[in-house]
Each structure stands twice: as structure tokens, then as C-alpha cells.
């Protein structure tokens, strides 16, 4: 496979924001940067770079974040023996299959990739959800359901439960519109 590289913005729909985030893809694996700037909250920066394998599962997750608060990091690790957030194991994320990170739609193509083609078929998994208003680190349960070869709906069944959206995505699993938070836009 040859090295692929791009650079992909979203826009958020719900409130003034601003995602770039650069990927590489290459048969070693995969890498993201992003940097996203927010109206919300009284405005902030975050900054969040991936290391995937060459399957999409994340490896590490950082995430820097610069608001009223200064600046506040964390780091989230996937190791053998399970889960690390800032060096130190964490038990309760056990079973935990990926990060999601509430800023970015980047980190929803991980379960994406894994759901089945056909129209019905859906995976429920357990994730590192990381709230990026708190900076803060929790289990969480989510469903992806798939309603057409592009098209899924998004479940929360955790930290959001109730919340539900439907995605489209573009024939890599990254998302093209997520319904009420995030569009795809073309840099001009």
C-alpha cells in the first residue's frame, strides 16, 4: 500500500468552529494531527494527534488543550494489559475497544471501518470516551447502525445516552456530515 496523504476540515454546525486535521496512511499505520478552534465555552484550542494501526485501532491518543483554564494535557494508551491515561493504568477502561474524543468526528471512522456492509448490521462497542470541556477520561458505550453503504446512525448508549445522529461518510469511513455537529467542508 502506498503512502497516502491529506489534509480534511470540518466545520462544526452547532456552534462557530473549525477542525484541520492532517492524515497519513501508510502500511505501517496510521497518523493524525488536528487542530480545532472553538467559539464554545468562551473559546479554546485543542490539539489532538493518533497513532493507529495499519487496521485503524488507536494506539495512543494525545490531546493538548488551551482555553480559560490555560493549558490542560492528557494522554490515552492502549497497552496489553489495557488502558493507560497519563501514565497509570486505568482498570474501569478495561474491555474499552477505542478512544472517542467529543471534539472531533475523526476518531467515529474506528467503529466505522468495523461495521458491516449491509443495511441492518450494526456494532455496539465499549470506548475511552475523552470529554474535551473537562479533559477528562471515562467508559462509555455507543452503537453504529448501518442504514446504506455510506450512511450510518450513530447511538449513544453511555456517557450521552439518548443522544443519536446519522453520518455520512466517504469511502474510507471518514465522515462527510454528522448530523447536527459536523460537515465536511473543502478548503478554497
Known sequence: MPRRREILFWRRTDVP???????????????????????????????????????????????????????QALRVERTRGGWLVDGARRPDLDGAEEPDLSITPFCNTFPIRRTPEAPGASVTLETCYVDAAVMAVARSRQRYDRLGARRLRYVDLGHSAGFEADLEVDDEGLVLRYEHLFERVAPT
Open 17 to 71: 468552529g473549525l477542525e484541520r486535521l492532517s492524515l497519513e496512511v501508510g502500511p505501517e499505520g496510521v497518523r493524525a494531527e488536528a487542530s480545532v478552534l472553538c467559539a464554545e465555552d468562551g473559546g479554546f484550542r485543542i490539539d489532538h494527534r493518533w497513532t493507529l494501526t495499519p487496521d485503524w485501532r488507536a494506539l495512543t491518543l494525545e490531546v493538548e488543550r488551551w482555553g480559560a483554564a490555560g493549558r
